[in-house]
């Protein structure tokens, strides 16, 4: 028979509903969902003493009306440092306030040199002659420009081979990029992109070998398999839930970067993205690294801190061959797991050759790791 007990962590209470023969394992794992703390990293107290995971409530005496501390690896800050934290962060927000007083103030000025431009004789210089500059360059440095739409002029030189919108306000691009048939490169950082904005003029840039689309706020790649020569997607800072598994014909990609998304997971697909280096999932959801991205022959690094995953494939460490980085940190699998996993010997001869050629160049690192954090609890 079920009963309601009270679990405070930090300023915040929560009521849960357990059973007598309910383990404390199973009421960390219920609290990780609620929290976002990994089990392994709580410690839950009860009556001044630390709660077992393996142990019932019923024989740890919980019962119904009791409270549970519960304190993590993380610390929870004390006023003195929320206090220094809501500071730095009022700081921050402040001078992110004043930088885009100072843009705005600039705004006129930049639209100016925009319409007319200088040289270096004082002589103005027309919209016309910066086209025909950029036409003999074949690059478009359109970067800061407060632009809210790709300008008719550009779309004109169809042999631009390099175009940065990075840091403007676009919203939308419009089927008329799909006009520069040649373009290989494409900067969009720092925009205000949505999925529909995206277009499917984008995804029809056959030459097209990297693209960047980091803090943006599109929600699916929806279309990204026409980009058959990409070498480099970086899409992260985004609100992706998942990558479609038209992924499968990028076979010639070799970063992908994810990271600060919202993903659950990686199709199975991605395997077939052969020549694949780096592949870069941090700060997402994802649960579990299928079987297929073991047939990444060239993968070098595989990054995915901060994410849900508990354990790794056999055959990962076995089957990638080049894979000397792998970065789990803040995820329920923890080094010892690692440690057991098939190949994991031959991945560690790689790892430290890896840092053996830092320390041979004398250059420093922060630290030297096993990829995943160590299964106790830290204080």
């Known amino acids: 028979m079920g009963f309601t007990i009270t679990v ?21 794992k219920d609290l990780e969902a609620e929290t976002g703390v990994i089990a392994r990293k709580q410690k839950l107290i009860f009556k001044g003493r630390v709660l077992d995971p393996g142990q019932r409530l019923h024989d740890a005496k919980v019962k119904a009306g009791s409270k549970i501390l519960m304190i993590s690896s993380t610390a929870i800050e ?62 478009l440095p359109l970067r800061d ?36 048939t040649k373009l290989c490169t494409i900067r969009l950082s720092h925009n205000r992109l949505t999925t529909e904005g995206l277009a499917s003029g984008l995804f ?10 980091e803090d943006n706020n599109i929600t699916s790649l929806d279309g990204i398999g026409g980009l058959q020569r990409l070498r480099l997607l970086n899409a992260s800072r985004n609100q992706l839930c998942n990558l479609p598994n038209e992924v499968s ?8 970067n994810v990271e600060c ?23 997402n959801t994802i649960q579990r690294i299928p079987d297929e991205v073991s047939k990444l022959t060239n993968l070098r690094c595989l990054s995915a801190n901060k994410n849900r995953i508990s354990t790794v494939p056999a055959s990962l460490l076995r089957c990638c061959t080049c894979l000397r980085t792998l970065n789990l940190h803040d995820n329920p699998v923890t080094t010892e797991q690692l440690r057991e996993t098939e190949g994991y010997e031959d991945f560690e001869e790689r790892r430290k050759g890896k840092y053996d050629k830092i320390i041979d160049m004398d250059v420093m690192f922060q630290e030297f790791d096993e990829g995943a954090d160590a299964p106790d609890w830290r204080r």
């Open 78 to 139: 004390t006023r003195g440092q929320e206090a220094a934290r809501a500071a730095a962060q009022q700081k921050a927000a402040a001078a992110k306030a004043r930088a885009e007083e100072l843009r705005k103030a600039a705004a006129p000025l930049r639209q100016r040199q925009n319409r007319a431009g200088s040289s270096a004789s004082g002589k103005t210089v027309s919209l016309q002659e910066r086209l025909k500059t950029w036409q003999k360059t074949k690059i």
């Open 249 to 256: 014909t990028l076979t010639s990609l070799q970063l992908l």
């Open 8 to 28: 405070s962590f930090g300023k915040a209470q929560f009521q849960r509903t357990v059973g007598e023969d309910d383990k404390v394992g199973d009421l960390q």
């Open 145 to 180: 420009q407060q632009l809210e739409e790709l300008p008719e002029e550009v779309l004109t030189l169809s042999d631009t081979r390099v175009i940065d919108l990075c840091w403007n306000c676009l919203t939308h691009l419009g089927d008329g990029i799909a006009q520069l």
């Open 204 to 213: 029809r840039l056959q030459e097209l070998t990297y693209l960047e689309l």
């Open 261 to 283: 998304n919202q993903l659950q997971g990686i199709p199975e697909a991605l395997g077939h993205c052969a020549q694949l280096v780096d592949l870069l999932l941090d700060n």
